[in-house]
């Protein structure tokens, strides 16, 4: 197995990749295990949310979470926690995910969103979740780029005066 940092093993990844959330919560709060939240790990450039998530440990998904890691990370092949979570079947850490801020619209290498892996497993109640993130997502674009229409006129009327 290969591990970050020129070979060396990290304590916060032998505590995600066995579950121990205890450990994992101690290292969490010092500054080397914080450190390593979202460092890419092994072969495939995975961060720990994408460990945790691959393994099923929502708790200490939770706590990984609550120190701020990067829910959208990818791979070396663009895979996203989000696509392992619906991968595995976990509608429960979709969901986690999404409320984190997971973006449902981000696509692998291969092109697929987490919304159409979903579709083409029959994961139906996965599928109906990610269709909620999906408008959500778009609901929260079209905002943005109202509000950016919105300051473009505003300061269009400023420099105008």
């Known amino acids: ?3 970050p940092e020129g070979g060396k093993r990290l304590p916060l990844w032998d ?4 579950g121990d959330t205890v450990a994992a919560q101690k290292l969490l709060v010092t500054k080397s295990g914080a450190a390593q939240v979202n460092a890419p790990h092994g ?3 995975q961060t720990s949310v994408h460990v945790a998530v691959q393994h099923g440990h929502a708790k200490l998904l939770k706590h990984l979470l609550f120190t701020g890691a990067n829910v959208n990370a990818r791979t070396i092949n663009g895979t996203t926690p989000l696509h392992l979570a619906v991968e595995i079947n976990r509608r429960d850490i979709v969901q986690d995910l999404l409320l984190a801020g997971a973006n449902p619209l981000l696509r692998n290498f291969t092109g697929q969103t987490p ?4 579709v083409s497993r029959g994961l139906k109640p996965i599928a109906t979740l990610l269709r909620q993130g999906v408008d959500s997502q778009q609901t929260l674009a079209s ?5 950016q229409q919105t300051a473009k006129r505003r300061q ?5 005066k």
């Open 1 to 3: 197995m290969s591990w």
């Open 15 to 18: 505590a995600i990749y066995n």
């Open 43 to 45: 072969l495939w450039q």
């Open 115 to 118: 919304l159409q892996l979903a």
């Open 143 to 147: 905002l943005e780029a109202a509000a």
């Open 156 to 160: 269009s009327l400023i420099t105008n």
